[in-house]
């Protein structure tokens, strides 16, 4: 089956008025794949700017969080019709920095992706286990304790419209990446888990690496069979590095 793929870029607290200029003038002229999406994920100043410049079918606009809240007194916090209204489809929920540094919760982040899919966003849903994790063999129990409660907050059916990401949290901003074969084994176990709930809603689910993705690593880890693209930090702000990333999800 096709797969959707997608080439995400969150930008995290980075990024300037001039990188939305650059960024959309060099992607917009790209001809994408009909199955191919880049979704770039600005800071929330960013987001109108971007909305405006975007002129590509292909490309859409990301948030990197969002509140599980409609409104109301939450200082500090952006809602799913503030998204909605300036055009986002797509929001990342649950990063491992929203999760290490923030605080947020496996039930927050359910909820959070229950409240993204009733306003018709489409959640990006990171998961990733610790290096200490890893080198403990604990990686398959902490992704299944991470998509559970997700699964049991919104049932098996709505994942057909739910993007999952596997960043690894020591391969984040680390320049180590996990290698291809690693990252496909592991995505094959995200797809099998949610394969015990239902196998034909797994297998629609795109899965997207992340954690130090690069020009040179990305067409390898595209092309195994489980990895439906990427979730980009740090080599998103490179708009010729983030061009060559692009092109590798096409031709996988
Ligand atoms: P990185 O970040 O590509 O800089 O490792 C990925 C992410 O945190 O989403």
Same mark, same amino acid.
């Given at each position: 089956m096709q797969r959707q793929k997608i080439i995400a870029a969150n930008w995290k607290m980075n990024g300037n008025l001039a990188l939305v200029d650059t960024m959309t003038s060099e992607l917009n002229s790209i001809t994408f794949s009909n199955n191919v999406k880049v979704v770039i994920c600005p800071s929330f100043v960013y987001l109108s700017a971007l909305s405006?410049?975007?002129?590509?079918?292909? %490309?859409?606009? !990301?948030?990197?969080?969002?509140? *599980?809240? #409609?409104?109301?007194?939450?200082?500090?916090?952006?809602?799913?019709?503030m998204l909605n209204e300036i055009s986002a489809s797509y929001v990342i929920i649950g990063h491992s920095e929203r999760r290490s540094v923030f605080g947020e919760t496996d039930i927050e982040i359910a909820k959070k992706v229950k409240v993204a899919l009733a306003n018709n966003l489409i959640p990006i849903l990171c998961i990733g286990e610790s290096e200490a994790e890893r080198v403990e063999e604990r990686t398959n129990a902490v992704l299944s304790k991470q998509l559970q409660p997700v699964i049991d907050e919104i049932g098996i059916e709505s994942f057909k419209d739910v993007v999952?990401?596997?960043?690894?949290?020591?391969? %984040?901003?680390? !320049?180590?990446?996990?290698?291809? *074969?690693? #990252?496909?084994?592991?995505?094959?176990?995200?797809?099998?888990?949610?394969?015990?709930?239902?196998?034909v809603i797994a297998e629609g689910v795109s899965l997207l690496y992340g954690g130090s993705v690069n020009a040179a690593n990305s067409e390898e880890l595209f092309a195994q069979a489980d990895i439906d693209g990427g979730l980009i930090g740090g080599a998103s702000l490179k708009v010729d590095e983030f061009k060559i990333i692009c092109s590798a999800a096409q031709g996988s």
């Open positions: 405006v410049k975007i002129a590509n079918e292909n %490309i859409k606009l !990301g948030a990197q969080n969002f509140s *599980e809240h #409609a409104s109301g007194a939450f200082t500090g916090e952006i809602s799913a019709d999952i990401a596997y960043e690894p949290v020591w391969a %984040i901003g680390t !320049g180590k990446t996990a290698s291809p *074969e690693m #990252a496909q084994e592991t995505h094959q176990f995200i797809r099998q888990f949610l394969a015990k709930s239902n196998a």
